[in-house]
């Protein structure tokens, strides 16, 4: 399948599957799926509540978790993307696969590459927090639970990949 | 029966430390199909890698089936599950912002994480371009706050609305999922092989 590729990578239906069943196990464990942009939005207010304190608390957005006087780390998305980290580190160290380096297509710069990816997490980030969730959360566990809502953010995610991926096939192809 | 902390058999603490294991776990995989790669994880926009799809959608499938069968065996209350609400006008706005930044950075959230993890310096970038990205979202409340709770339908689900049953739901979920196996593999053969 890969193979004018130098690395090897799992079949992707056995890797599908064994995520399939590490939700399942997140459900039966905790009766939520997987997620991750939730936890971005609570390291990002644990630290803005250090350094701005008043903002945060007068921000409808952020401050909504201040109100409730919950501990915002201690949230269970919080301790799954430190795990995602570590997951990816094992995975990649068994694999052979540790290197520092930006990966873009040879037909862009490093510089070009760059950009993109700032933007690209800018647009991310923001879209996560307007559509309550990203492709982990909103997408894949909301489509493991049958909700509306994952199916539509499934369509909405791909969907407008699709319907912008000519404009920056530069960036890839 | 489950989910096991909302009937109280695990109190929260236990919960922090098993999303902590269940989230390697999820790194794991995502590494190891190759999610740590922006270009492998563009190849699904562009047809000349469909690992993407296939991921997904087996592990979307996977669940599902597993969660009706667990249901059926009376082994979890499917009632005490958490259901995404629906904000139809948020949901697909923010889906479509996600699907631009999907195809400009070459990440999302979770992916980005595995590439920080084995030394990507592209994730670490689009991982702060996320914050900054909250940080605005955050900053631009106030201006769409109408906005982020219209349309808002409670936590439905898709069958429901389609008018049939959930396992008739999955059936055809399942019967199209596997057409699209057979149809994204042909497309990715024709198309011209990119190296990374």
Redesign the interface.
Known sequence: M?T??A?K??N??L????????????????????G??GA??R??IAV?EKIAPAYVES????GAHIAAKENIL????V??????????????AV?G?????????PKITKKT??I??????????????????????????????????????L???????????YF??K??? | M?????IGV?N?NW????????????????????F?????L?????G?D??VW???????????V??MY?SYLD??DLS?????????G??????????????????????????????????L???????????????T??L??EF?TSGA?G?????D?LGIS?GM??FILILFAIVS?YLTARIQRKA?????
């Open positions: 890969d004018n590729n690395t990578y799992m992707p239906y890797a599908g599957f064994l995520l399939g069943l590490i939700m399942l196990a997140a459900y039966y464990f905790t009766g939520e799926g997987l991750a942009s971005f939005k390291y990002e803005l921000n409808h957005f952020f201690e949230n269970r998305l301790y799954m993307v430190l795990g995602v980290f570590f997951g990816g580190f094992i995975s990649g694999s696969r540790l290197t520092f380096k930006v990966e873009h297509s590459r760059v993109a990816a700032i933007v690209g997490g800018i647009l991310f980030g923001y879209g996560s927090q307007m559509g309550r969730g990203c492709t982990s959360g909103s997408g894949l566990s909301g489509m493991a639970s049958l909700s509306l809502a994952g199916f539509i953010a369509f909405a995610i791909f969907g407008s990949g699709y319907l912008f991926a920056f096939r960036l890839w192809i | 489950g989910p096991l902390t909302d695990l929260s919960e922090l430390l098993i999303a902590l294991v269940l989230g390697i776990g999820f790194g794991y995989v995502l590494e190891a199909a190759g740590s790669t922006s270009r492998k563009a190849g699904v926009f562009y000349y469909f690992v296939r991921v997904f959608f087996t592990a979307a499938l996977t669940a599902m597993g969660l667990f082994w979890i005490l599950i958490y259901v995404n609400k629906t904000f139809l948020s949901a697909i706005a923010g889906g479509v912002i996600m699907g631009l930044g999907f195809i400009i950075g070459g990440f999302c959230p979770g992916t980005s994480v595995c590439a920080v993890a084995i030394g990507k310096l592209d994730g970038i689009f991982l702060g371009g996320v914050f900054i990205g909250i940080f605005l979202f955050g900053a409340f106030p769409i706050e982020y339908l936590s439905i689900l898709v069958y609305v959930a739901f999955v196996f011209k092989p990119v190296r990374y």
